[in-house]
């Protein structure tokens, strides 16, 4: 009973809570509270300082509100997370937000004040909204943005971004990539470009110019003799791009009917505790048919070991292994190559068995050929014979006298 009750109460208090909360927002045109309209915040300005989409929203305080005392005002920003597809909510007792923005799409932001006050009796009233867009107006030819760009961050030791040309591409064009992170006081300029037959496609970070957890943004443009190329933006984390190298050392060792799969993490910089393993096994069976399985071992042990009962009827288990960051340490990531194939050893019954096997199949195809071989010999025996047999027959009828004058007449049954 008494836990019954201890269950029921949490799960009562934040339903009342939500309650609070939902009610509080509730939000009615033309506000007023203590005499004056609740204004929303005025010189609302959205500012680029040229990190490629990182963008600040500034506003200032209503001037409805300048003369009131003993009062909290806070503001409701809410803008729309273009990568997400949603909007998204933030409270502020600043006059400034930093946000991160698609600069190829509308910047949209909204923003109401809220007051609480001692004449508005401890709760906090919500003002109108207002909203500003901001469509940031796109430079260059049009067509010529890169299309499939691509980022893969290997073994956490450097990562290519990858880009393909736009449908439209004037002649003698040159693409650029610059980028940013919260750490870096201005844009700059790729430090190494993959040049695919004298072409820019992609970019070469190393592992000390890129910040995880945070947000990493690109830009992609281009100029060209005639024009310049429409900018492509991308903001990114690098962690969720991560594709480990491929894992080495797979041993299948057999111990009392469990085969005892190990390996070695793959080389490079991702954490151990880091990683999932998926394991493929592919089994031949004794009546000839093959088993294949796939099995994803989530990182609850940091082993790179993995013991599995033997089919009791298998002759042979082949083992590959990949890996990949797992849900505890990014929210995405890419699977690595597979590893090479080792098996289980076959045992020696099991060598005799097809060595058997072997035979047989050898004996029956032996014996198929020999029989084509005399077949065809008497064929052309018979061809032989055939053409000479008015030669022989005169042959023969001479050696028989021949041999009946000279042999004894025991001897002739022989040569009848
Ligand atoms: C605030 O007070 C000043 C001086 O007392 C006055 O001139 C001004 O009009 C007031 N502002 C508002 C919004 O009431
Ligand atoms: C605060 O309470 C007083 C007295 O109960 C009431 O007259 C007044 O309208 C209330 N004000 C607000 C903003 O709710
Ligand atoms: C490309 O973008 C960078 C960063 O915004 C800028 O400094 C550079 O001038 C641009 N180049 C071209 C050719 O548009
Ligand atoms: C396969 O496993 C055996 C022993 O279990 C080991 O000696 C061999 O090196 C392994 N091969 C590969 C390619 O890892």
Partial sequence: ???????????????????????????????????????????????????????????????????LTDCRVRYQLQYYDTYEERW????????????????????KVRILTMLKCACTNGTEVQGEETEKVYTPEPTGMAGSRIRGFHCVYYGKEYMECTWESGPVQPPNSQHYLYYWHREMDETKECPEYIVLSEVRGGCRFPRESLLEFSKFNMCVNGSSPAESLRTAYFSIEVQ?????????????????????????????????HCL?????????????????????????????????????????????????????????????????????????????????????????????????????????????????????????????QKVNETMPTILSPIFK
């Fill in 88 to 107: 998204r909510s933030v409270r502020t007792v600043k006059l400034t937000y930093a946000a991160q923005f698609d600069l190829e799409k509308p910047v």
């Fill in 276 to 400: 999932e393993y998926e394991i493929e096994s592919s089994t031949l069976m004794a009546n000839g048919k093959e088993l294949q399985q796939r099995k994803v071992l989530e990182n609850v042990v940091l082993d790179t070991s993995y013991d599995l009962r033997k089919e009791a009827e298998s002759k042979k288990t082949c083992f590959q292994i990949r890996s990949k960051v797992s849900m505890y340490c990014a929210d995405e990531g890419f699977w690595s190559d597979w590893s090479q194939t080792n098996c289980t050893e076959e045992k020696e019954t099991q060598y005799v068995e097809t060595w058997n096997h072997l035979s047989l199949v050898g004996l029956v195809v032996i014996s198929i050929a020999g029989v084509i071989i005399l077949c065809l010999s008497l064929w052309i025996l018979k061809k032989i014979c055939i053409k000479k047999s008015s030669k022989k027959d005169a042959l023969y009828t001479l050696y028989k």
């Fill in 1 to 67: 009973m008494n836990m019954l009750l201890l269950n029921k109460v949490p799960v009562w208090l934040s339903a009342f809570t939500l309650l609070l909360l939902t009610q509080d927002s509730v939000s009615t045109s033309e506000v007023t509270a203590c005499g004056v309209t609740v204004d929303p915040p005025a010189n609302i300005e959205i500012k680029d300082p040229g990190f490629l989409g990182y963008l600040s929203i500034h506003w200032t305080q209503p001037a409805s509100l300048q003369n």
């Fill in 240 to 272: 969720n791009h991560v594709k480990p190298a491929v894992v080495s050392s797979v041993h299948v060792p057999e111990m009392d009917g469990l085969l005892k799969l190990d390996w070695s993490p793959p080389s490079g910089q991702v954490p151990e």
